[in-house]
Nanobody
Framework: QVQLAESGGGLVQPGGSLRLSCVASGSFFGIYHMGWYRQGPGKQRELVARITNGGSTNYADSVTGRFTISRDNAKNTVYLQMNSLKPKDTAVYYC????????????WGQGTQVTVSS
């Protein structure tokens, strides 16, 4: 069974920074895309950033230039460095991965709360 475990959320003041981490564990052959999504209060879940196993990235327009996604394939880990945080970034952030078990399956973490407030 595959599990995704997130860490790094918390409370930060506007303009501050946080770094989220997500580790994939279990039995699998590899991981394709890894990414971060978020769901704010009363909003739908949206893509924040995504990275392929080759290192190609894409970002939501709202975070471009402020957030950076990266991954360590040897550690099955994806990171999200969040700088210049704004109150509108407040949300539950979810890790997502396309994991190769028998076939490619989608897995989600349990979510980590990020609150940006003074």
């Amino acid at each position: 069974q595959v599990q995704l475990a997130e860490s790094g959320g918390g409370l930060v003041q506007p303009g501050g920074s946080l770094r989220l981490s997500c580790v994939a564990s279990g039995s699998f052959f590899g991981i394709y895309h890894m990414g971060w999504y978020r769901q704010g209060p009363g909003k739908q879940r949206e893509l924040v950033a995504r990275i392929t196993n080759g290192g190609s990235t894409n970002y939501a327009d709202s975070v471009t230039g402020r957030f950076t996604i990266s991954r360590d394939n040897a550690k099955n880990t994806v990171y999200l460095q969040m700088n210049s945080l704004k109150p509108k970034d407040t949300a539950v952030y979810y890790c997502h991965a396309q994991v190769i078990v028998i076939r490619v399956n989608d897995y989600w973490g349990q979510g980590t709360q990020v609150t940006v407030s003074s």
